[in-house]
């Protein structure tokens, strides 16, 4: 029995079990616990889904429940959660953080509310409903209404110390709005997420230098916050949000609702989304309300928490080993299905990167079909080890690009050779390069795929705004051999513009205004529009702002450009190598020729 690699969660009854079944089925559990509890914690890179882990542990617990001999004192379930390892400081919790118990089943919502219901000794209790946040849990702590420090969950009572990170988040204020009621401690439970946009521009950023990526938007804010240097998280779009005072020096209000509110005054955000409710039915609304609008939130949320209101009560429901009895998880289906991997592609990015992905059959996962899986590098594509014909566990985190979680085991089936990235660019045929992580394309503007879509980076909002000029409009401009590069832009003639399917003299003459109008861009946008590799709007500012003209950054070295703080290696050698280029050269002098005037940037500048 083995919940390592294939976790089957089809478990036989427990009372045909014998207690030597039993035993050996607790140890292989306890085992398998570990394991993903070291993959989740340590390493932020679990291999199985929160619900998967859940019916493991609900599963030990049972066993343990109905042959009491079997609990050892190093099982998982006499632990809060996982051992924290690392070199933050530890803090310990000024109380401790319990988690929830998680329920896909409305009968376990319904048992959770006849215990409240019969220990309150009236019909009617009050519960405060909360979505589910799916990020990184925290304590934060105040003294005197001042920031002291915030720290991970840890093991529920000793945490590590990631003030540094927290701190970089706008959202938590350093001081409380409202410090009277906030004197001596506050310590207070938070979550902290990032925003699934955040997440994939994250994710693509990591490819592109070479780092593993994050499997969720979970595991970025928990990979993040726990990082030793603030330079990295400051600037991600991280957010918290609060939901429960764990401790104060001063008194509290007597129920959540108050509590929430009181929150809120001192200036900690609390959900919009939260509500309260009394009945059974309310909580089925709210329930299925959130699964609705999951989609459409930028952050992910995997259920909603039912709390009861009353602090009174709370205590006299009390705690489990883990779990507090006045709330309970009541989680949304998992985003999770199974499919076939019908090939894997390779597509060639705007900087020449070629990145595997997955085409799949077809498949429903929570509403939406998924039909392609980014693999993200061919290190990735080997580690998860996929094979055209692959049965695959495909997992929509809620966020719009679908991920292979694994590779599901078929026994007797001879797979395919393992994938491997081709040797020349399936777009222009030209040989590939490979550097780190990456394959590369070095055929810059004349490899049609780069072409296509560094036009349309080009002409977007955040580079020369361009306004028309999308993706079809750039497909049919170089396979009609219109243009070749970016400064046959500016040669194109109304009429060539008009002769493009979906174009009549109104529309061409208003794209061809709209690119001689862009012909004046600050030095920061132009840079960011040329789509020099590892120059996003961040690098491309910076870099402006070093050097104030095109002409001086294009006469610096590897070297200096590498000085300039902030700026890695691999960037700077991609600025140089850009400006090297005879062919790139070539392009900028059309450009200029053409009446390009990039305005340079106000202020002294570093001389190459
Ligand atoms: S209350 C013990 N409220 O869910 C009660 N938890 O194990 C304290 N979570 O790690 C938790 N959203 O980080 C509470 N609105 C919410 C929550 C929430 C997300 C997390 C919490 C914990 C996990 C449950």
């Not at 998982?76 to 070199?87: C, L, M």
């Not at 001042?146 to 969950?153: L, N």
């Not at 070749?484 to 009429?495: I, Q, R």
């Not at 960011?528 to 095109?550: D, F, P, S, T």
């Amino acid at each position: 029995m083995d919940f390592r690699s294939k976790p089957d969660t089809n478990f036989r009854n427990i009372d045909d079990l014998t207690e030597k079944e039993a035993a050996e089925e607790a140890r292989a559990l306890r085992d398998g616990i570990n394991y993903h509890d070291h993959l989740y914690y340590v390493k932020n890179a679990p291999k199985i889904s929160d619900a998967v882990y859940d019916q493991l542990f609900q599963r030990l617990e049972d066993l343990e429940a109905a042959f009491p001999d079997l609990k050892t004192e190093d099982s998982p379930t006499v632990r809060i959660g996982a051992e924290p390892v690392s070199k933050l400081t530890k803090i310990r919790h000024a109380a401790p953080l319990l988690s929830l118990q998680a329920t896909l089943e409305c009968k376990a919502v319904e048992s959770f509310l006849r215990t409240a219901r019969d220990k309150s000794g009236t019909t009617s209790v009050r519960y405060c409903l909360e979505p589910k946040f799916d990020g990184l849990s925290v304590e934060v702590v105040y003294h005197d209404g001042r920031f002291k420090h915030g720290s991970t969950r840890g093991d529920g009572m000793v945490g590590e110390d990631i003030s540094h990170n927290l701190k970089t988040i706008r959202s938590l204020p350093l001081c409380l709005q409202e410090a009277d009621g906030a004197s001596g401690r506050v310590a207070v439970r938070a979550e902290v997420y990032m925003s699934r946009e955040g997440f994939v521009a994250l994710n693509r950023q990591r490819v592109e230098r070479g780092q593993d990526t994050f499997a969720n938007p979970r595991n970025a804010a928990a990979g993040m916050m726990r990082q030793l240097e603030s330079r990295n998280v400051a600037g991600k779009p991280f957010d918290i949000v609060f939901y429960e005072i764990l401790a104060a020096d001063s008194q509290l209000p007597p129920t959540h609702c108050e509590v929430l509110d009181q929150l809120s005054r001192w200036g900690l955000r609390v959900s919009p989304l939260n509500d309260s409710g009394s009945s059974l039915e309310d909580i089925r609304a709210f329930h299925q309300d959130l699964a609705k609008r999951r989609d459409v939130l930028d952050y992910e949320i995997d259920g909603i928490v039912v709390k009861v209101d009353d602090h009174g009560l709370r205590d006299e429901l009390g705690n489990r080993h883990r779990n507090p009895r006045w709330a309970i998880a009541w989680k949304f289906e998992p985003c999770e299905e199974v499919t076939t991997v019908a090939d894997i592609v390779v597509q060639v990015g705007r900087t020449g990167i070629l990145t595997p992905v997955a085409l799949l059959q077809p498949v429903d996962v929570g509403g939406v079909t998924v039909s392609r899986a980014t693999l993200h590098n061919a290190n990735e594509v080997r580690r998860k080890d996929i094979r055209v014909g692959d049965c695959v566990r495909v997992i929509r985190a809620g966020d719009v690009i679908p991920e292979i979680e694994k590779r599901i085991g078929q026994k007797g089936s001879k797979r395919a050779a393992p994938f491997s990235m081709p040797r020349r660019c399936p777009a222009c045929g030209s040989k590939v390069q490979r550097k780190g992580a990456y394959y590369l394309c070095n055929a810059g503007l004349s490899c049609p795929a780069q072409l296509v879509t560094r036009l349309q980076h080009f002409a977007s909002r955040d580079a020369m705004d361009i306004k028309h000029l999308g993706e079809h409009t750039a497909a049919q401009l170089v396979e009609r051999g219109l243009v070749h590069d970016l400064a046959d832009l500016y040669g194109l003639t109304v009429e060539d513009l008009e002769s493009l399917d979906g174009f009549a003299e109104r529309s061409a003459k208003q794209l061809h205004d709209a690119i001689q109008g862009a012909k004046k861009p600050p030095l920061d946008r132009f840079l960011y529009a040329l789509g020099i590799r590892h120059v996003g709007q961040r690098v491309a500012r910076q870099l402006a702002n070093e050097y104030g003209a095109l002409e001086s950054l294009a006469a610096a070295g590897q070297q200096d450009i590498g000085n300039i703080p902030d700026i890695g290696k691999e960037t700077a050698e991609s600025v140089a190598d850009f400006f090297a280029d005879h062919q790139n050269r070539d392009v900028l002098n059309r450009l200029y020729k053409a009446g390009m005037d990039v305005q340079p940037m106000p202020g002294k500048h570093r001389q190459p």
